[in-house]
C-alpha cells in the first residue's frame, strides 16, 4: 500500500498545525496517541494509528519540556511511524521501530526551532522598544511558522522519499531485527510508566498501586475498569484528607478557646 499525494499534504499541514498549536492552547501539542489516530484515520487504519500513537504516549507520560528542555519529539515520530507501519504492511512493530529513532532524531531540529525562535524574539523585544505594533506582530508570527516548519518539512521529505527506503528495509530486515523490534516495542509502555512513577508520590500510596496492579494483571480488569477503579480511590483519599484537615482545623479553634480566660475574648 502506497501513499497518495492529498495524504503527503494533508501530514504535513497536520505536521506544521500540531507543533504551532503547542505555542497555544496545547491541547494536541505532545500527545501521540491523537496524533497517531488522526494519522490513521488519514491513512485508513485508524487502529494501527492507535496503537503507535498510544505506546508512544506511555514513554513521554513523566517527561516534560520544562524550562525550555528539548524531548524526543514522539509526536512526529507517531505520525511517520503510523504511515509507514500501513504502508509496509508489516504493522506496529515495525512502525514503532521508525517511530523512536524519528523522535530523537527530531531532537536536534527542535534545538534549532528553538535557536529561530530566539532571533525573532530579539526582533520582538526590538519592536517594542520603539512601540512597532506591526513589527510586534509580524516578528510573533515569523517565530510560530519557523517553528513550525521545523516539523512540516522533515515529515514532508520523510513521506517524498521514505517509502522505497522502507521497502528496501523491510525486503532485506533479517527475521532477527524483527523479533528485537517486537520485543523493544512490548518494553517501550514499561519504561515510560517507571519513568512516570519516578515522578508520583508512590510511597505515600504504595497500597493504591499494588491495588491497581493486582486488579490489572492478575483479576483481568480491563484498563477502563481500573481507570475508575483508580478514580473512586482518589475520592476516598481526597474525603479522608478533608476530613483529616477539618479535624485538625477544630482542635485547633479548641486550643485556642480553652487558653481564654472568663470575660476574655479574642481580639
Known amino acids: 500500500m502506497g501513499i497518495q499525494v492529498w495524504q503527503i499534504l ?11 498549536e503547542g505555542l497555544s492552547t ?11 489516530t488522526i494519522t490513521g484515520i488519514v ?51 515495525f512502525g514503532m521501530g521508525l517511530a523512536v529513532p524519528v523522535g530523537l532524531l527530531m531532537v536536534q531540529l527542535d534545538v534549532l526551532a528553538r535557536f529561530s525562535n530566539v532571533f525573532f524574539s530579539k526582533r520582538v523585544e ?7 505594533f506591526k513589527g510586534i506582530t509580524r516578528n510573533t508570527w515569523l517565530g510560530a511558522f519557523s517553528w513550525g516548519l521545523s516539523r512540516a518539512i522533515p515529515v514532508f521529505l520523510m513521506l517524498i522519499f521514505g517509502q522505497n527506503l522502507v521497502n528496501a528495509i523491510t525486503e532485506y530486515m533479517p527475521e532477527w531485527l524483527m523479533s528485537g523490534l517486537s520485543v523493544a516495542g512490548g518494553l517501550l509502555p514499561a519504561v515510560g510508566i517507571a519513568i512516570l512513577l519516578r515522578y508520583l ?31 473512586a480511590l482518589a475520592i ?11 479535624n485538625v482545623v477544630v482542635v485547633n479553634q479548641g486550643a485556642v478557646q480553652e487558653g ?8
Do not use: H, W
Request: with cysteine; charged share 10%.
Open 10 to 20: 494533508v501530514l504535513t499541514l497536520l505536521a506544521f498545525f500540531f507543533i504551532c
Open 236 to 246: 476516598i483519599a481526597f474525603k479522608q484528607e478533608a476530613a483529616r484537615n477539618q
Open 201 to 231: 508520590p508512590v510511597k505515600n500510596y504504595i497500597a493504591y498501586l499494588l491495588i491497581g496492579f493486582i486488579a490489572a494483571a492478575y483479576l483481568k480488569v480491563p484498563m477502563v475498569g481500573v481507570a475508575i477503579m483508580g478514580v
Open 26 to 36: 496545547s491541547i494536541f501539542a505532545n500527545q501521540p496517541v491523537i496524533i497517531g
Open 43 to 93: 491513512m485508513g487504519d485508524i487502529g494501527t494509528g492507535l496503537a503507535v500513537g498510544a505506546t508512544l504516549q506511555l514513554m513521554i507520560l513523566g517527561v516534560g519540556t520544562y524550562g525550555g528542555a528539548s524531548i524526543p519529539d514522539y509526536v512526529t515520530g507517531a505520525m511517520i511511524g503510523t504511515v509507514f507501519a500501513i504502508t509496509s504492511g508489516k504493522g506496529m512493530e
Open 260 to 267: 481564654l480566660l472568663d470575660g476574655e475574648y479574642e481580639d
Open 126 to 132: 526590538a519592536a517594542i522598544e520603539r512601540l512597532d
